[in-house]
């Protein structure tokens, strides 16, 4: 069984930073990729920031240039470095672990942890 230990969201004031991160522990003989996405009310689930191996990296347009996602191999754990946020960035914001086992690949999702951006 996989856990995902999500932390790092809140409430910060237009122009602010957060940093979130999400820590994968379980049966995983590999992680694939590890990312976020996020969903504001009544918006679908939409990426925001992936990394696929150890350095390909996705980012959605609306956060290129202010968000920066990174890995940290030994500890199975993707951060996400948010400056200069926006109101619009508000979301909940969950996280994605792409991963193999002995059944073949897995997608799972974190519970979500709450970014407001608000003054």
């Known amino acids: 069984q996989v856990q995902l230990a999500e932390s790092g969201g809140g409430l910060v004031q237009p122009g602010g930073s957060l940093r979130l991160s999400c820590a994968a522990s379980?049966?995983?003989?590999?992680?694939?990729?590890m990312g976020w996405y996020r969903q504001a009310p009544g918006k679908q689930r939409e990426l925001v920031a992936r990394?696929?191996?150890?350095?390909?990296?996705r980012y959605a347009d609306s956060v290129k240039g202010r968000f920066t996602i990174s890995r940290d191999n030994a500890k199975n754990t993707v951060y996400l470095q948010m400056n200069s946020l926006k109101p619009e960035d508000t979301a909940v914001y969950y996280c994605?672990?792409?991963?193999?086992?002995?059944?073949?690949?897995?997608?799972?999702w974190g519970q979500g942890t709450q970014v407001t951006v608000s003054s």
């Open positions: 990394i696929i191996g150890d350095i390909s990296t």
């Open positions: 379980g049966s995983m003989f590999r992680i694939n990729a």
């Open positions: 994605n672990v792409v991963y193999r086992d002995y059944g073949g690949e897995h997608d799972y």
